[in-house]
């Protein structure tokens, strides 16, 4: 009964590959977020959709492409992958409305390693 | 912009130690405040939040003010377990449509029997 499941959990891939990871939650959520971790822990934001529409977009290189075919899926596509897109990335999913108290709710993370 | 500052790590405490690790934040508006925790090889777990100011959140024997004046939201916690080493993270949320949590840079808690 996992409410954020995203998949896979570990990817190694060599460099100038095209990966996806998925994402999908079954808490009825209307927004999903994409968050990097880097190799000193640091989280940060990089996409957001609320009912499949995007509506945070960080500066991240359009290499790195979300889909949402609905909203309780985000997937996340990395085209032509470079070694500093080593990372964890976890998606997450909350509701929007209801003011800054709303609960994001996260993944178990994807552990990409580019080489 | 929004920001979030706390402790430097790595802390390292001996079991039934007592724990703070302060966290303090720069907001335009009226923020939520959470603390998030990452045990080893796992992704993030809500550990508390607060919504308001003089909020107290509280959860597993971790406890943690939502302070306005001095715009903090110390983690505590009386006396730690090995169970307790992990990653804790400071964050904080405002309302509106580009809702989104705001991350401290993490605090590495190492736990010794």
């Known amino acids: 009964d996992t409410a954020v499941s995203q998949t896979p959990k570990y990817l190694v891939t060599q460099m100038g590959n095209d990966k996806s990871i998925k994402c999908e939650q079954n808490?009825?959520?209307?927004?999903m977020y994409w968050y990097k971790q880097d190799s000193k822990k640091f989280l940060k934001i990089m996409f957001s959709?609320?009912?499949?529409?995007?509506?945070i977009n960080e500066t991240v290189p359009n290499r790195f492409s979300p889909k949402s075919p609905d909203k309780a899926h985000l997937n996340l596509h990395i085209n032509s992958l470079e070694l500093g897109d080593s990372a964890v990335y976890f998606c997450?999913?909350?509701?929007?409305?209801?003011?800054?108290?709303?609960?994001?709710?996260f993944g178990e993370g994807s552990w990409l390693t580019v080489v | 912009g929004n920001s979030v500052t706390q402790m430097e790590g790595p802390v390292t405490l001996s079991e039934e130690a007592f724990l703070t690790i302060n966290c303090t934040y720069t907001?335009?508006?009226?923020?939520?405040l959470f603390w998030y925790v990452q045990y080893p090889g796992e992704g993030l777990q809500l550990l508390l939040k607060?919504?308001?100011?003089?909020d107290k959140g509280s959860n597993k024997g971790f406890e943690a003010t939502y302070r306005k004046e001095t715009t903090s939201f110390h983690l505590e916690k009386g006396s730690v377990q090995v169970s307790d080493s992990a990653v804790y993270f400071c964050?904080?949320?405002?309302?509106?449509?580009?809702?989104?949590?705001?991350f401290g840079k993490g605090t590495l808690l190492t736990v010794n029997p």
């Open positions: 997450a999913s909350s509701h929007l409305v209801g003011g800054s108290g709303n609960t994001i709710y």
């Open positions: 907001a335009t508006g009226y923020p939520s």
């Open positions: 808490l009825g959520h209307d927004t």
């Open positions: 959709y609320n009912n499949k529409e995007l509506i």
């Open positions: 964050a904080l949320s405002e309302g509106g449509s580009n809702y989104k949590l705001t």
């Open positions: 607060a919504t308001k100011a003089d």
